[in-house]
T-cell receptor
């Protein structure tokens, strides 16, 4: 089955700086790669996703890049703010949109230092 | 506007008890999922369901079963709870093609003593 590795497990950045979280996946047939944000005590929420026919996607301060050849994808957050502090999970799946389940990475705890 | 509701936020059960975790969604989603979340391990898929009375094993189904008698309700069952099943359990739902991502419930923190 699919295996997703996520790094780093903890990331501390100064407010206003950029943050990058990286994930690799094992199954070359994976075609959907979402990112979820989980604030303390709350449910995970989808923040951005990318499909295998696209190399990059942006939504305001957040962007995701995908390198299918290397089987890795990354989350980029620019101009970080205190409300960006959370645990971020990447995921991958071979089923369209995750209808058969998503394989998640182990999470990155992002800490924004004031 | 809560759309995926898990019946209990916190639950404490004894070893050997039969435990039911309930999840209800009001978005008319066909696909529903149960994950467990443990520190340092991320979210791991236990079971999922395409439709009423349909179920599929995920990555860690041992010790669990599920029931889906109605489209909106997906239950996770621990036949004989054990201490290694102490965890946060998250229910989620999505459309068949998975568009728009998953909607998660708030989670049930289960402690087995």
């Amino acid at each position: 089955g699919e295996n997703v590795e996520q790094h780093p497990s903890t990331l501390s950045v100064q407010e206003g700086d950029s943050a990058v979280i990286k994930c690799t996946y094992s199954d070359s047939a994976s075609n959907y790669f979402p990112w979820y944000k989980q604030e303390l005590g709350k449910r995970p929420q989808l923040i951005i996703d990318i499909r295998s026919n696209v190399g990059e996607k942006k939504d305001q301060r957040i962007a995701v890049t995908l390198n299918k050849t290397a089987k890795h994808f990354s989350l980029h957050i620019t101009e970080t703010q205190p409300e960006d502090s959370a645990v971020y999970f990447c995921a991958a799946t071979t089923s369209g949109g995750g209808a058969d389940g998503l394989t998640f990475g182990k999470g990155t705890h992002l800490i924004i230092q004031p | 506007d809560v759309k995926v509701t898990q019946s209990s936020r916190y639950l404490v059960k004894r070893t050997g008890e039969k435990v039911f975790l309930e999840c209800v969604q009001d978005m008319d989603h066909e696909n529903m999922f149960w994950y467990r979340q443990d520190p340092g391990l991320g979210l791991r898929l236990i079971y999922f369901s395409y439709d009423v009375k349909m179920k599929e094993k995920g990555d860690i189904p041992e010790g669990y079963s599920v029931s889906r008698e109605k489209k909106e309700r997906f239950s996770l069952i621990l036949e004989s709870a054990s201490t290694n099943q102490t965890s946060m359990y998250l229910c989620a739902s999505t459309l068949p093609k998975g568009n728009y991502g998953y909607t998660f419930g708030s989670g049930t923190r289960l402690t087995v003593v």
